[in-house]
């Protein structure tokens, strides 16, 4: 504590490069607190800092402080955190001075790099603007931070016996919700949606819940009963697998039902609305991308005998169509161990999807074999299930082993008076699918500049980007921050190897070591091995093949 005072009254009010001098760890009483990074000026992204405090420090009860609820009680102890540093008195100065700022959670809880349960100890990473007036350093307000960075660890920081109640009830939907997972697995299903459940957002551009929205309300004969351990029993719509198709008339609520289900692979907090709404791990969103790069995909299943014999057992673009990037999405997906796929009509190219009668018998040079071909073989030969919103594509209900039909918001299972009309042909073609994993050969290029400039672009040595706005299961500005750094790891380290074992190795890693094998950066938050896979997919200049 001396020490840091010490250096403090030292370096007052001269150059800011003197800041230098704070790197390194210091203890007081109620935690320790470390400079890991240090600004080279008031103007520079504020500096990173880490706070910890030992199991006797912050008091949280022992029950809770075990790695597999890392995550809820992280967000528990961000949320408090963050909320006692919005509440700091505002220190003026130059660029970030002042700035105290930590990346919490939005309505997903993700495994994030500003929240580390280290044994029984939890550590806090943070941006810490320190202070300056021009480019000379003002020891004062600094001492004013750190003053008020101690009363946030007292009053917002440390277990109160009032937050019990509330911190109870996160565990437990945390559970509850990692029980309902499993149940669903071991039990065929790869998708539930709890009655009551509120999927509608705010907008397009909120993930909060939509105000006086019609709550879900399950078919009869598609529902179950999942008895939780701590909220008991709980009932809704179980989607089995197989082939399932949603239709229904515009707007009655068939894409607000598909997009909830594609952040089903998430868990939500409560109040979200979705808290029960859960989906297989590995499902992935496919859509038409078109204007993506492919980098030799098998899409042969669904493309072939294109124009001048181009090879489509190894496809590349730099400029994929719609069909294409749809055809190579699902074989990217399968690839990357999606157990199920999600399509919606509004994102879809229609070639790739289907093709009529007429046009059948009229167009002969036809390279596409649509999804609809290959649909039943997906689940046949590779036990890959499709949700599909097609409400208007009618030769789809007859390979549905289910139909449900949205209508005013609530879904209606018509199965039985649709194949009535329709009859039901679960034959698949004679083409048989099969999973292959490409490797990385070789990196043509160190990508050693990567940045994301938001939730949803990457630049490459700032001179190319990756549209992430496709990649619609990611959902946190984190994310994209770890897949810049994660595709610099790899360049910069030149990995080569088989793609699959690659992100996953790598994603295990993190899961059980946490992030510091990125550096120091608190902005990151960890997404599936499949969008790390997904990322890879999307860059130029790599040599991956099978
Ligand atoms: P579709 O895909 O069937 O055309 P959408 O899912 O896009 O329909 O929904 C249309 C509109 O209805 C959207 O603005 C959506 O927010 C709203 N909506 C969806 N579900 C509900 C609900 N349960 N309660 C109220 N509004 C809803
Ligand atoms: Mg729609």
Redesign the pocket.
Do not use: C, Q, W
């Given at each position: 504590m001396n020490k840091l005072f010490k250096i403090i009254s030292e370096i007052d009010r001269l150059g800011y490069k003197a800041y230098s001098r704070l790197k390194g760890s210091y203890t007081f009483p109620q935690f320790s607190l470390s400079f890991l990074k240090i600004q080279g000026d008031p103007f520079a992204p504020p500096s990173i800092v880490r706070i910890t405090l030992k199991e006797e420090q912050h008091k949280y009860p022992k029950q809770y402080l075990k790695k597999e609820l890392e995550v809820p009680l992280g967000d528990f102890i961000l949320e408090r955190f963050s909320k006692g540093l919005s509440q700091l008195p505002k220190i003026h100065g130059s660029g970030n001075s002042g700035v105290i700022f930590v990346n919490t959670n939005g309505q997903q809880l993700l495994k994030r790099a500003s929240f580390n349960l280290d044994g029984t100890a939890i550590e806090l990473n943070f941006y810490f603007g320190l202070p300056a007036n021009g480019r000379k350093i003002n020891g004062q307000a600094l001492i004013q931070m750190l003053e008020g960075l101690k009363d946030v660890v007292q009053n917002f920081l440390v277990f109160k016996p009032a937050y019990a109640e509330s911190l109870k009830k996160q565990i437990n939907l945390y559970q509850d919700q990692e029980f309902l997972r499993s149940f669903l697995q071991k039990n065929n299903y790869i998708a539930f949606i709890a009655d009551g459940s509120?999927?509608?957002?705010a907008s397009g551009q909120s993930e909060k819940p939509?105000k006086?929205?019609?709550?879900?309300k399950s078919p009869e004969s598609l529902r179950i009963t999942v008895d939780l351990p701590n909220s008991g029993p709980i009932s809704g719509l179980a989607i089995p697998k197989g082939v399932t198709v949603i239709i229904?008339?515009?707007?009655?609520?068939?894409?607000?039902?598909l997009k909830a289900l594609e952040k089903g692979i998430y868990n939500h907090r409560l109040g979200d609305g979705r808290e029960f709404v859960i989906t297989d791990n590995t499902a992935v969103k496919v859509r038409a991308e078109d204007g993506r790069i492919i980098n030799n995909v098998d899409i042969s299943p669904f493309i072939n005998n294109l124009p001048q014999g181009i090879d489509t057992k190894c496809f590349s673009t730099l400029n994929a169509s719609g069909s294409t990037s749809q055809a190579a999405n699902v074989m990217e997906a399968i690839e990357a161990g999606a157990k199920v796929l999600l399509f919606d009509e509004?994102v879809s190219a229609t070639n790739f999807l289907l093709r009529d009668k007429l046009m059948e018998k009229l167009v002969v040079k036809e390279p596409i074999t649509p999804f609809l071909k290959m649909c039943r073989n997906l689940y046949k030969d590779l036990d890959v299930s499709s949700i599909l919103?097609v409400?208007s594509l009618s030769d789809y209900l007859k390979i549905a082993d289910r139909v449900i039909l949205?209508e005013e918001?609530i879904p209606h299972d018509v199965t039985a008076r649709v194949h009535s009309i329709t009859g039901f042909d679960s034959n698949t073609t004679d083409i048989t699918l099969s999973v292959r994993s490409r490797k990385i050969k070789k990196w043509n290029k160190s990508f050693s500049k990567i940045k994301a400039k938001d939730q949803f672009t990457l630049y490459l040595n700032k001179d190319l980007y990756i549209n992430l706005r496709y990649l619609e299961q990611l959902c946190d500005y984190g994310q994209a921050n770890f897949l810049a750094k994660f595709i610099m790891y790899l360049s910069e380290k030149k990995i080569t190897g088989e793609l699959r074992d690659i992100v996953y190795n790598f994603w295990q890693e993190i899961n059980s070591q946490g992030f510091k094998i990125l550096g120091v950066e608190p902005n990151l938050a960890l997404p599936r091995w499949q969008e790390m896979a997904f990322i890879i997919n999307r860059i130029p200049d790599i040599f991956i093949t099978y």
């Open positions: 509120i999927l509608p957002r939509l006086n929205a019609v709550p879900f229904g008339g515009g707007f009655h609520g068939k894409s607000t039902l509004d919103v409400g949205m918001y």
